[in-house]
């Protein structure tokens, strides 16, 4: 009869092969995670930027940052809800790279400081531009996705000299399955 205090060789091997198995799933699945590791997480700062080129293609965008450096642009726009950007130092070296239509980056915007002019080399060029003239104010839209989860447009409001005066959030219309056949 078996000592109820000391487990018998089939009960310590049985736990240790579901332990097993275990670390081998969240292996796979960290290098799983990894696979899909997005372009802005795979360079370091310090690395040249033409290994960047190398793999994501010429940028769409390209703009002149204070210190002589360069912020570089992938955007997924018009239908896409991302942008990838990579800031260049004057020595062609990452500073850094980032994915940029995401709420921590909009929520840099200052009202009332903030030009066209600085949107456009935070964010790239919006996806849409209107004008409502009882507001007087031109509205710049980008297309994101919040929380990795929901479909939004973040605005963009200008007075008439440029200035950034407003901005929103709102469901984007091309994934809301009510609203499809409006456009």
């Avoid at 010429?58 to 642009?73: A, H, I, Q, S, V």
């Avoid at 200052?110 to 996806?127: A, M, Q, S």
């Avoid at 929380?147 to 091309?174: A, C, E, H, S």
């Amino acid at each position: 009869m078996p000592n109820r205090h000391h487990p018998t060789a089939a009960a310590i091997t049985a736990p240790a092969g579901a332990s097993l198995r275990r670390a081998a799933l969240v292996c796979l699945s960290v290098l799983a995670l990894a696979g899909c590791a997005q372009p802005w997480q795979q360079y370091q700062p310090g690395a040249d930027a033409s290994t960047v080129i190398a793999r994501l293609g010429p940028p769409r965008e390209t703009y002149d940052l204070p210190d002589g450096g360069k912020r570089l642009m992938w955007p997924t726009q018009p239908m896409g809800e991302t942008t990838t950007a990579a800031d260049i130092n004057a020595a062609g070296k990452i500073i850094n790279m980032r994915q940029v239509l995401q709420p921590n980056e909009f929520y840099r915007a200052e009202i009332g400081k903030w030009t066209r002019g600085d949107v456009l080399v935070n964010f790239g060029r919006p996806v849409e531009t209107s004008y409502f003239p009882l507001m007087r104010r031109e509205v710049w839209t980008y297309r994101y996705l919040e929380d990795n989860v929901w479909y939004m447009m973040y605005n963009f409001y200008f007075d008439d000299q440029g200035i950034l005066r407003l901005t929103q959030k709102t469901p984007d219309p091309l994934h809301d399955p009510d609203r499809r056949n409006l456009f």
